[in-house]
């Protein structure tokens, strides 16, 4: 049913989608486009899509268009693409937030175009058309937060798409989605920006010793404070009730341990650092991860 897929915005999400139309051998036409002149002349040179050079010639006659750009751009890509999307296609993108997604596109949408938001929960600190990789969306979950009245067989094209890159489909609210995404990645991703930017600032460490001794854990705080920066500040900008809320949370936590610790209330930490581990081990067999020391790198 889908025989053009068009990409907009050219990174890590865009080109690992089109490695994995190929991998699968699916004969889907799939059309890039990058706002950036030098990002469309890399991806020309990979030959995993046909780049074009204007969003016209990428979404007309597209069955699927997908927006792989940061949060903060899609309303402005929406806008520009609305009167060119063909009449009974399917608007979807892979934003990590999604109430403000919702609320700022689907005005924009016009009629007889299916918006379905979705978000695969995959990816890694690298960005740029050389960063993709046909197996990251393979079984990792794709959150769909489809509209009221959206047809289910749209619905369902953009679930058999997501799976047939190898995700695990699921559907949400946009709310719930985004309270969701607060607490398994965007507090994580500031708590770990913050605790590398405090290693920055304290006099007393110097550099070679964060380095030289990053294994300790430092190193995984690393890997993720690595990420765009401009996808992070605009889904903090774009989230904010859901990130203030568990932000508030993790600082009540917080508080807490350092009152055990200041008290040397050994059993509050034991009991705390054994609940936690648990969760630990849950994620493992949830087949979210993996024992392997080195996964992800």
């Given at each position: 049913m889908i025989e053009k897929v068009a990409l907009i915005g050219l990174g890590l999400m865009a080109s690992s989608v089109a490695r994995g139309l190929i991998n699968n051998k699916e004969s889907v036409k799939v059309i890039g486009y990058d706002i950036s002149p030098e990002v469309r002349?890399?991806?020309s040179e990979i030959k995993i899509f046909e780049v074009v050079d204007d969003l016209e010639s990428a979404v007309k006659d597209s069955d699927l268009t997908i927006i792989c750009t940061p949060v903060g751009a899609i309303r402005s890509v929406v806008s520009k693409i609305s009167k060119y999307l063909k009449k009974g296609s399917i608007l979807s993108d892979v934003g990590s937030v999604k109430k403000a997604v919702v609320e700022?596109?689907?005005?924009?949408v016009p009629k007889g175009v299916y918006f379905v938001p979705a978000h695969p929960l995959a990816g890694t600190e690298e960005s740029?058309?050389?960063s993709g990789?046909?197996?990251?969306?393979k079984d990792r979950w794709c959150i769909l937060t489809p509209?009221?009245?959206?047809?289910?067989?749209?619905?369902?094209?953009?679930?058999?798409f997501w799976e047939n890159l190898g995700s695990k489909v699921t559907e949400m609210t946009p709310e719930h989605h985004d309270l969701v995404l607060a607490v398994t990645s965007h507090a994580p991703h500031l708590i770990a920006y913050t605790m590398v930017g405090v290693a920055d600032d304290l006099a007393q460490v110097t550099n070679s010793e964060v380095i030289n001794f990053s294994?300790?854990?430092f190193r995984d705080f690393t890997r993720i404070a690595a990420s765009d920066p401009t996808m992070?500040?605009?889904?903090f900008l774009n989230n904010k009730e859901a990130a203030l809320e568990v932000l508030g949370r993790f600082s009540e936590e917080l508080f807490a341990l350092n009152r055990a610790i200041r008290q040397g209330d050994g059993d509050f930490l034991f009991d705390y650092f054994t609940r936690t581990r648990s969760i630990r081990r849950g994620i493992i067999e949830a087949g979210q991860d993996t024992k392997a020391p080195n996964f992800g790198r």
């Open positions: 002349k890399i991806a700022a596109v689907f005005p924009l740029g058309p050389n990789f046909p197996e990251l969306f509209l009221e009245n959206t047809p289910q067989e749209k619905i369902k094209i953009v679930k058999d294994a300790a854990g992070w500040r605009d889904v």
